[in-house]
């Protein structure tokens, strides 16, 4: 089995690259390194520097190496946003996979995106689809006091932004902190999607079209500002203040 595989440089993104490099003959990946530009505000806005530090050692905890990645990966590492410029004609080995998957890349338009969609290439959105829509979605369904829509959408990519029909949702049952249950909501995603590729029962689930209608949030990184930061850390988040409603879930797979 061959995967192809789009991402970013983080411990989250590889963590994902050595779990597919343990069940895949062949992985390829497009790696997209990215700078964090919030370290230049961090000298200056010390609610930015916590809430960076919370999330990165969030994500040093829950992705803390539990896999070994195999001797069967090539990975091609590019400059953040540049990822439009790859081409099926500059690599040719990399298009030839069995399943493509994309996580943490810039946003993909044009003739890849063309590509990709004809390939039935799958998704990771760090949110609930349809309801938070964009970036930093878990981030919003707290902030709107909405922990039981925190979690992942594993679905096609389509055009529209994180639109795309819906295979399954991914949770978590870590409801400890704010952030390691975001956190482990996507490590979640990644075990029930290793799952149905190993399986070879990725491709028989029955898909759910997204409702727009039911968004409640569609957000930018210009949203995520330091009066919201404000408005975040002086709410008393309770994880446990609403429960999870099944029918507003696609198949949740629960970690």
């Known amino acids: 089995m061959q995967i192809t595989l789009f991402t970013s440089n983080d ?144 679905h096609y990519l389509s055009k529209g932004l994180d639109d795309g029909p819906i295979l399954f949702h991914a949770m978590s049952k870590k409801k400890n902190n704010p952030h390691i249950y975001t956190m482990s909501t996507l490590k979640s995603a990644f075990f029930c999607l290793k799952t149905l590729i190993e399986n070879n029962k990725l491709f028989d689930i029955k898909i759910l079209k997204q409702n727009k209608k039911k968004q409640i949030r569609y957000t930018k990184k210009i949203n995520f500002n330091n009066f919201v930061l404000t408005n975040y850390y002086d709410k008393k988040i309770d994880l446990n203040s609403k429960q999870f409603k099944y029918s507003l879930l696609k198949d949740p797979f629960f970690l």
């Open 11 to 154: 411990l989250r993104h590889n963590y994902l690259i050595d779990m597919l490099s343990s069940i895949s003959k062949k992985l390829f990946v497009i790696k997209e390194i990215k700078l964090n530009s919030k370290k230049l505000e961090l000298h200056t806005n010390l609610l930015y520097q916590k809430y960076f530090e919370d999330v990165n050692q969030a994500q040093t905890k829950v992705f803390k190496k539990d896999f070994q990645r195999k001797n069967n990966v090539k990975i091609y590492e590019i400059d953040h946003s540049t990822i439009n410029q790859i081409s099926k004609k500059n690599f040719t080995e990399f298009f030839d996979s069995d399943y493509y998957i994309v996580f943490g890349s810039s946003y993909i338009k044009n003739e890849l995106l063309e590509l990709l969609i004809k390939n039935k290439t799958i998704n990771i959105h760090a949110g609930v689809s349809p309801y938070y829509r964009g970036t930093d979605c878990n981030f919003w369904a707290l902030y709107d006091n909405n922990p039981h829509l925190v979690g992942a959408t594993v």
